[in-house]
Each structure stands twice: as C-alpha cells, then as structure tokens.
C-alpha cells in the first residue's frame, strides 16, 4: 500500500479540477489579452475563477486579487514592494514578523535586513503561537509592516489573525498573513477579519502547482515586483495562465463547499492517527489539537532520529517529512521546534505527517502499524535511546510538548 501523508508540502490535483482544466490547454488556448475570439473565448472562465476565488474567502468588490505564480511570489511581492514604497521612498525602516514564518518570507526578510531595514523576529510561546499582544508592543512609528502566517506550515498551529489585524488597524500598521496553510482547511474570512495582503497557494488545496494569488484589501497601492504590460490591471504583467487559474478557481469551490463536513472527517482520521502513536513511550506531538488545522500532526519520537524514521517510512511506501518541503535537505534541527524551547536533540526527532480528504481509513491503520514498528526497529539500534532510560515528562515537559 502507497499512503501519502505531506499533505502541508503539497496535495495530488482532483480529478474534478484536471477535469475542468483540460479544455483550455489544447481547446480554447487563445491569450485572454488578445481582442479576437480565439483570446476573449476564455473570459467567462477566468471570470468565474475569479468569482469563485472572491467567494471562498469572503473578499468584497473593493478588494482586489491578483494571481502569481505561488505564495513565494506572492509574499516576496508584498515585502519588496513595502519596502520600496513606504521605505525606501517614505519614512518607515521596520518590519515585524515571526520566527517560524515560511522560508520564503524569512528569506525575503534577510535580504532586507541586508539593506538597512530592521526586522523584528518574535518569539513563539509554548503551542508555537506568536500573541497577539506581543505583536502590539514591538509595534512602532517606524513600523511598515508586521507579517505572521495564519497557521503554520509545520505544525498546523493556528494563529491569532483576527486579534493581530485589529491592532495593526488600530496602529495604522500594514498587515500581512501567509494564509497557504489555513485556506482550505480552516474557515477565512476576510470581511470579518482585518488583513490587508494574503497569500495563497493552490496546490496546497488540490488544485495544481505553479499557480498562487495576493489578496489585497481595498484594491489598494502596491508596486509590482513584475513589470512588462498591463496584464492583472498593470499590477502583475505576464500573459494569464487561463487553465491554472481555472483550476485553482474549481479547487477552492471544492475545498470550501462542505468545509466543515468535510474537515470533520478529516480531523476524525488525524486524531485517530495522533491518539495511536502517542500510545509509544516517549512521543510528543507539538501544538494543542483544538487550535491546529484539522490534518496536521508534528510528533517527536524520543530517541529516533527524523531523517531514520523518514527513510523507514519511505520504505513502507508511506510519504511523511520533518517539516517544510521548501526547506527539506537541510538536515538541520528543526527551527520551529527549537523555537518552542526543545532541546537539540529532540528538534532532530521531528516528524510531519499530514492528512487530506483522500486520505482513507485503510490508509491510517496501515500507517501506524508501519509506524510503531519503525520506532521499535530503530530505538533497538538507538545507542543513546538505550542510555537514556526515557521517562514521560523531563526534559520534554519543560518545553510543554503534549505528551498524551
């Protein structure tokens, strides 16, 4: 049996959505720019993309969203063109964002720093949450931006948007989420939620990769990270990719119709999944259930080592990481583990196993029976798991793991 569990790295497209792509790869092909009827064919399509899109995650006619190629660009774009438009030419010189944000965004923050801008990291507390008021007193007058995902990418924890966007509101401070991980598998809705930039990405939803968007509030100024024409209203030149976006637009009608129906059943898998490997001694998973996304598990194994156990499960046929995809051959700790206060050690025990709605019950019970018999094959050749003589809580409890 195959069983695919990085689903936070990336989903297998729906059927549906391959489906309603197909016909303007080879069918109706004409650039959506072009004024002939081969081009203007495609127009109803993306417009009900585009719809659907709006619809999903509550955005009004004011609002405007724009599509990329993936979150990379679209969090790169709103960082470049912050700091181009209210630093470089304004009077801000600060930004402040997290200490677990996706590489993407943290990368874009060191370049940054690499021109003079300062940067604040913070802290998470021991869920792997940044607060809301430890956003608000590192807010300042120089502050330009504050950044922090909507959940996170390793962990599935989810974060205080609505608290965050209220105090930017009230600081008069720019708001940016990376919201790859919550849209689709958490309800967002940005009529009720203070946000001015949001990145998505459809492959993270089941719909296909190389295709992501930028929710901006109030259509407001941003300036392009791509020039070259007046495609995506002059904010995004290049020519539309008509079947990508039709196929994000499907994959999102699909991801939220039912939601919570469906996320229920995924999260009925994820418990039992999670409820059964923390019968093992010595295992911990990151993060209250109640307050991560419904598929996501992050479970150290005292005395397996990460790459091991994921070598072991590749064996079994069974997909799983250590964390994020964008950051996986780097055998590293990992960062967001040792960020909630886990020794070294145990920051290399981490592994990611998250679920989707193909996910099936034969699936799970193969999963952890393979599972409980890799960590028993590989404490046997643990020599430090030997001497260590684990117990449940420690050195673990001090950093407030959940221990089940």
Known sequence: MQVYLDNNATTMVDPKVVEAMLPYF??????PNSLHKF???????LRNAINKMYSAIGASDADDIVFTSCATESNNWV???????HIVNGDKNHIVTTEVEHPSVLATCKFLEEQGVK??????????????????????EKTALVSVMWASNETGM??????????CKEKGVLFHTDGVQAVGKIPVNLSEVHVDFMSMSAHKFHGPKGIGALYIRNSQSLSPLMHGGAHMG???????????????GKAIELATANMSEIMAKIRAKRDRLEDALLELSDTFVVGNRENRTPNTILISIRGVEGEGMLWDLNNGQIGASTGSACASEDLEANTVMLAIGA?????????????????????????????????????????????QKPTAGGEVQECELHHH
């Open 26 to 31: 080879s069918e109706i092909y004409g650039n």
């Open 39 to 45: 081009g203007t064919a495609s127009h109803p399509a």
């Open 79 to 85: 960082f470049q063109s912050v700091w181009i438009d």
């Open 119 to 140: 940067v604040t990291y913070l802290p998470v507390n021991s869920e792997g949450v940044v607060e809301a008021h430890t956003v608000k007193s590192f807010i300042t």
């Open 158 to 167: 989810i974060f205080p948007i609505k608290e965050i966007g209220a105090i």
């Open 234 to 248: 002059g904010r995004r030149s290049g020519t539309l990719n008509v079947p990508y976006i039709v196929g994000m």
């Open 343 to 387: 020794d070294n050690e145990l920051a290399h025990t981490g592994i990611r196993l998250s679920l989707s709605r193909f996910t099936t019950d034969a699936e799970v019970d193969y999963t952890i029976s393979h599972f409980k018999n890799a960590v028993a094959r590989l404490r046997n050749i643990s020599s430090s798991f030997a001497l």
